[in-house]
Each structure stands twice: as structure tokens, then as C-alpha cells.
């Protein structure tokens, strides 16, 4: 996250977005340009669309289906298909005439058609009964992958944030240590560490007197991830003005030197 | 002086965006001149229904003359009429179609207008169908409040000879003018960005609106009506991402009516429509601002969050959010969810940088939008006005077979045309 130094009154804040986009560039890394995104979007489903998972025969199933060259037709269109009846007498008086009838128009180009559309529209029935689980698994999948995705950009978002945090707060612990005046080494384990005294249990209680002393002088506790933990740093800076003033994070910057002034009240 | 405030809608609890402004004019101009509202019947900004009493009434101390609304709004006609005159080549004809559908339409309302023997005339919202033919019939009287947001009906043709003839036009911000400017090349009509200012209470009670509504974190807020349109839909994304961040963060205060499914998240706190006081607390108490709006003229909450002394965080989309952030240096703005963040996250950690913030919004109000300062701009236009001449006169409809003649392109594409962005260097 951000991590401005406010020196004098003058604010630009045209400046401060450009820092901050460029502290977004920064961390996203590459980004994908709009061509690339519709690159992305052309490509056909059929590289990704992968059975396992889904169903084990889902694909194969769907595949021969495609392939198959004969169905088992529907319905059996014959030459007399058209004109049969179940009355003896009509069925009769049709093939009577069905001589007449064939000098008027060729009825067999109808029976075919009829024919062959049955056969597709069987056909079609089983592709779509696949047709439909197939659509239906893939959106459960991508459902699924979405529903991930989303959490593990929050987990992402929340660990950059919580890292990047401790960077800071790491940095102003160094800062301090660095450049303190009179500051003392850090703090070393007192036990088994090579060429150096044991303190005795004396120097160690009047140490853990001091410890709760400082802490003790501290506002308020701080929030998981807010900058208010940078206020650990030591420097004697209040972390906040009162109970409705924002967390401080630069202050507690020991780079941020004397210029920045402390925080005071809102107006309330 | 006689003046005349004309204005869609009017009354004590009428809270929309220009109504609001025209009654914070005519109640500040009232002590200075002979001042009376003409407004219409309605309440309601979709319907237009008839439902306040026609004629004269007195709201605040200001006579109030109703006129009634010839037919209310079908919003089916309506919306047919505008994706046509928005997206696709029309005529004049339909143009005038539309300003009818939209509505308010009341014709003895434009002719009280033009009869009485008014001074100026203060036409509040370009796009309505009370101050079309108010500034057609008395140019020479009438003073234009465009209230103009960037959305396409600023670039259909029936506008642009009423903003080259009105007598004068106050505008709410720089990038309003710069686009009413820019569609219409009327930089010669007088204008002055003047907006409009607010009574912000110098103490306003954090620790009251604690109490009273139990919240005790720390806390950023909306106020406004809550509404897709508004930008509330993105801002609720956007924050639950935020809060997923950071745990233990910011909490999003809301103040005002739902017209959205509000999300039931244990960060954001949905308070409905509250008094005044309340809302001067609550932003007191409150971190900051956000307004998360696409579309505005004029943010009177961001201006009241600045006279108060709070940072405004801001849809830097809209222009005039963006710009007003700029100028007085007391707010940031986000285009992305990761500016988004950065930005929140900057207001909520960063104390100098908040501070300052806040400072300078207090400053920017009190030298542009306190009250005297706002009087002070229209007396100047009004005494100016009274010097000059009126010269102009406006150009005259076509005539009827010109005005169906299919040759203006979509008010979409005009709008497209119109060069954007918030408007930087000026002080005021």
C-alpha cells in the first residue's frame, strides 16, 4: 500500500495519484493490453475443454454420437406411408388414385425430406440430452473456478496487504535502530549466546519492568494490517489524535524526520 | 428587483440535487430582492403526478406559485424516446417529442413566465421542458442554472441555442462550463461558476451520532440516495474487496433512502434518511467521504464533507469530482478497484496526509462556497445584468418540414465529441 511522506502544506494531489498509480503498475507487473484480451477471448473453447473432472465419458460419448453415419430412424417414410389409413375402404379408394395423384406432382422428393428429417431430429435429441449435461457441468465448473478465483485473489489481496505492512513496520524498526541517537545494539538472546555476560535475573526483571512500562504508555491497541502497528517503531510518536482521527503511518517513519508535523484533533 | 426562481419541483422536504440548490437561492436571494418560486404540482421526479395544491402557498417565507403538470411521466414512452435521440440519427421533431415525454410539461407555468412582470428569470435544469420554453419564450430574462451533468441529453440540438441566448448562465462547476461551452460556443454569454454553498454547523456532535447509532469504529461515508446510478453498486464491490484486505479496516457508514439491495455485510451500515443534524454529526464523526458517482454537477455532500474539515475520496471518473478534488486539493480520486484501495487505505492510515486534506477542503469551501461568497456572485451577475443591454436574441426553430427532417446525429455521439477530463489552473 501507499506510503507518502506529507512535508509541507502545499498538497498536490495530482502528484499523490501518480505516485500511487505507479506504485499499482509496480506491483501488478505485466498487464495485458486490450488486444492481448481479445486474443484471449478468440480462442476457441475446444483447447480447454478437458473431460476429467466433468464426466469420465462425457467427450467420447459426445464425439461418437457426432460421428455416427446411420441412426435408427423415427419414423419409416415409404412410398405408401403418405396414404395409408386404418380404414380398409379409404386405403381403397387412395391407391385407386394414387396413379392420378403422381401426375400431378412427385411425391417421393416429400418421402425422402420427411425421412431424413426424422433421422436428424433423432439424432438431435441425444445431442442435446449431452449437449445439455455438457453445458450444465461446464457451468458448475466455471462456477466453481470463479467462486475460487475470487477467494484466492481476496487471500492474495490480503496477504500483499499484510506483507506489505510488515515491510514497512520492519523498515521503521530498522530505521530506529539505525538512526537513534545513543541507540544500543539489538537486543541478543541471553541465553548461550557465545562471548557475552549473562544477564543477571536482576538486569533481566528491571528490563521486562521497562518493556511494560513503555507499553503501557502506548495508545490504544493496534488493528491486524493497519499502518497504527507502525507506531511499535518506538520513535514516541502518537499513532492517533483521538478516537475519530485516522491511523498514522508515515509519521512513524523515522525517515519522515521533524518535518511532518503530529496529528492534532478533527474538528469535532 | 423582481425575480422569479423557476424550478421542476419545490418544497421544505424536497431534497433532490437542483430543487435543493433552487431553494437555498431563492431563500438567500429573498433578503436582497422581491423573490417568488414558480414551480408545478409535482413531487415525485419520475411520475410527475399532481399532488401538491395548485397556486400560491409560502414555503420558508418565500411565495411559492404551483402550476399543474399537464401529463405525468410514462416511463416506457420516455425511455423508447430517449434511446432514440441518444443513439441514433433523428430530427428536431423528435427532440421536442422527448423534452415533452420527459416532461414537466405545464404550459400555463411557461406562460406565467413570460406574462409577469419579472426582472430576471432563474431557470433551474437545463433539460427539462419548464425551462426549454421559458428561456425560448424570455430570453432576454432569463438567467440559466444548467445543472448539467455529462450524460447525452447535453448534446442533443434543441439546447444549444438556448445556452447561446439566455441572458446569463451560472454554472456549478468549471468542467460544466467547459461542456456546455464546448457543445454550444456561447463563451460569450455572461456566466460565472459560482454553485452553490450549505449551512455547515460550525460544532457538529462525532460523539452524539456515536451514541445515538452505536457505532464506535472508525468509519468511511456515503451520503446520497443509494442507487446504481449513483455509482453504489461499484462502491459496495469495491469495499467488500477492501474489507476482505484488511480485517479489521474502515467500517462504510450509508446515510439516505435505498432504492438498491444494500448488502448485508457487517461492515457497512445502512442508517436510512436522517435530519440534518444527524448528518452533519455523522460526517463529523466519520473519516471521510466517498462519492462513488459516475454523473454530478455539483456534489453538495463532498462540498458540506470539506466545509466540515473531512478529505473526499471520489469516482475519478466524473469529471467534476475529479476536477473540484484537484482544485482544492482536499481529496483523492480512484478509476480502478486498486485505486481504489490505495486511495482509501492512504485517507484511513496516512494522519498528515488526511489532515491536510481536510484543512485544505475547509479552506477551498470557505473561499468558494460559504454563503456570502455564493450571494455575492449572483447580486454582481444580477447588478451586471441590470448595466447591460440585453442584445441577443434566439434563433428560431426551423420550420415544419425542416423539423422532421432526419439530420441530427445522436446526442450519444455529440457527447463522445465533447472534450473531457476535469478542468485544472483555476482558483476558484
Known amino acids: ?268 | 428587483m423582481r425575480l422569479a426562481v423557476a424550478v421542476q419541483r419545490y418544497g421544505a422536504d424536497i431534497n433532490g440535487g437542483a430543487e435543493l440548490h433552487a431553494r437555498y437561492i431563492a431563500e438567500r436571494l429573498a433578503p436582497h430582492a422581491s423573490v417568488e418560486v414558480v414551480t408545478t404540482c409535482a413531487r415525485d421526479y419520475v411520475t410527475w403526478r399532481n399532488e401538491l395544491p395548485p397556486g400560491v402557498e409560502t414555503v420558508n417565507g418565500i411565495p411559492v406559485r404551483r402550476f399543474p403538470v399537464a401529463h405525468e411521466r410514462d416511463p416506457l414512452d420516455f425511455g423508447r424516446r430517449s434511446e432514440h435521440v441518444f443513439n441514433h440519427v433523428h430530427s428536431t421533431a423528435d427532440e421536442l417529442a422527448w423534452l415533452k415525454s420527459e416532461g414537466p410539461a405545464s404550459r400555463p407555468m411557461v406562460d406565467y413566465l413570460a406574462s409577469a412582470p419579472f426582472d430576471f428569470v432563474f431557470l433551474f435544469s437545463y433539460r427539462y421542458y419548464h425551462a426549454y420554453h421559458a428561456a425560448r419564450r424570455i430570453p432576454a430574462k432569463a438567467i440559466l442554472v444548467p445543472t448539467a451533468e455529462r450524460d447525452p441529453a447535453v448534446g442533443l440540438g434543441i439546447f444549444a441555442p438556448v445556452f447561446r441566448s439566455v441572458r446569463a448562465i451560472m454554472y456549478n462547476s468549471h468542467e460544466e462550463r467547459a461542456m456546455i461551452q464546448a457543445v454550444a460556443s456561447n463563451a460569450d454569454v455572461p456566466s460565472v461558476v459560482v454553485g452553490v454553498g450549505s449551512d455547515v454547523p460550525t460544532q457538529a456532535d462525532a460523539q452524539r451520532f456515536r451514541r445515538k447509532f452505536k457505532i464506535d469504529r472508525p468509519f468511511a461515508i456515503y451520503v446520497g440516495r443509494i442507487d446504481v446510478n449513483k455509482g453504489c453498486k461499484e462502491l459496495f464491490g469495491f469495499f467488500r474487496r477492501y474489507a476482505a484486505t484488511f480485517p479489521n479496516g474502515i467500517d462504510l457508514v450509508l446515510l439516505g433512502s435505498a432504492i438498491m439491495q444494500v448488502p448485508d455485510h457487517p461492515r457497512i451500515h445502512h442508517l436510512g434518511f436522517v435530519s440534518d443534524a444527524d448528518k452533519f454529526d455523522a460526517m463529523a464523526a466519520a473519516d471521510l467521504l466517498i462519492m462513488p458517482s459516475y454523473f454530478e454537477s455539483l456534489s453538495m455532500v463532498a462540498l458540506e464533507a470539506w466545509g466540515i474539515g473531512k478529505p473526499v475520496l471520489a469516482n475519478g471518473r466524473c469529471d467534476v469530482l475529479k476536477g473540484q478534488c484537484i482544485r482544492s486539493r482536499a481529496g483523492l480520486y480512484y478509476e480502478s478497484y486498486e485505486e481504489f484501495a490505495e486511495t482509501l487505505y492512504s485517507l484511513e492510515s496516512n494522519g498528515p496526509l488526511h489532515q491536510r486534506l481536510g484543512r485544505n477542503g475547509r479552506d477551498y469551501f470557505n473561499a468558494h462556497y460559504s454563503w456570502p461568497v455564493i450571494e455575492r456572485k449572483y447580486l454582481d451577475m444580477l447588478e451586471r445584468l441590470r448595466r447591460e443591454p440585453a442584445t441577443r436574441t434566439i434563433e428560431p426553430l426551423p420550420g415544419w418540414m425542416a423539423r422532421r427532417r432526419k439530420d441530427l446525429p445522436a446526442a450519444a455521439d455529440v457527447l463522445a465529441g465533447i472534450p473531457s477530463g476535469a478542468v485544472v489552473g483555476h482558483a476558484s
Do not use: C
Open chain 1, 1 to 268: 500500500m501507499t506510503d507518502m511522506q506529507i512535508r509541507s502544506d502545499s498538497v498536490d494531489v495530482e502528484q499523490i495519484m501518480r505516485q500511487i498509480r505507479t506504485r499499482i503498475r509496480e506491483k501488478r507487473g505485466v498487464d495485458y493490453t486490450e488486444e492481448e484480451i481479445k486474443e484471449l477471448a478468440r480462442v476457441k473453447l475446444e483447447k480447454f475443454l478437458d473431460p476429467t473432472g466433468v464426466r469420465s465419458d462425457l467427450l467420447a460419448q459426445f464425439r461418437r454420437t457426432n460421428a455416427e453415419p446411420d441412426g435408427n430412424p423415427n419414423f419409416n417414410f415409404e412410398n405408401t406411408t403418405l396414404f395409408h389409413s386404418r380404414y380398409g375402404i379409404v386405403r381403397f379408394i387412395r391407391r385407386m388414385l394414387q396413379p392420378i395423384l403422381k401426375l400431378f406432382f412427385n411425391v417421393n422428393p416429400l418421402i425422402d425430406a420427411l425421412h431424413i428429417q426424422s433421422d436428424l431430429n433423432a439424432r438431435g435429441f441425444r445431442r442435446d440430452e449431452l449437449q445439455y449435461e455438457l453445458i450444465h457441468n461446464l457451468v458448475l465448473e466455471t462456477t466453481r473456478l470463479g467462486i475460487q478465483v475470487k477467494n484466492l485473489k481476496m487471500q492474495v489481496d490480503s496477504m500483499s496487504g499484510r506483507l506489505d505492512f510488515d515491510e514497512r513496520r520492519a523498515r521503521a524498526l530498522e530505521g530506529v535502530v539505525q538512526y537513534r541517537p545513543g541507540a544500543v545494539p539489538p537486543l541478543q538472546p541471553t541465553v548461550s549466546a557465545p562471548g557475552r555476560a549473562v544477564e543477571t535475573e536482576a538486569q533481566a526483571a528491571e528490563r521486562r519492568t521497562r518493556r511494560r512500562r513503555r507499553r503501557g504508555r502506548r495508545p490504544g491497541g493496534g488493528r491486524d494490517g493497519m499502518p497504527q502497528g507502525s507506531g511499535d517503531a518506538g520513535n514516541g510518536v502518537e499513532t492517533r489524535g483521538d478516537a475519530d482521527s485516522p491511523r498514522v503511518a508515515s509519521e512513524a517513519r523515522p525517515d519522515s524526520g521533524g518535518s511532518a508535523p503530529a496529528p492534532t484533533s478533527n474538528v469535532e
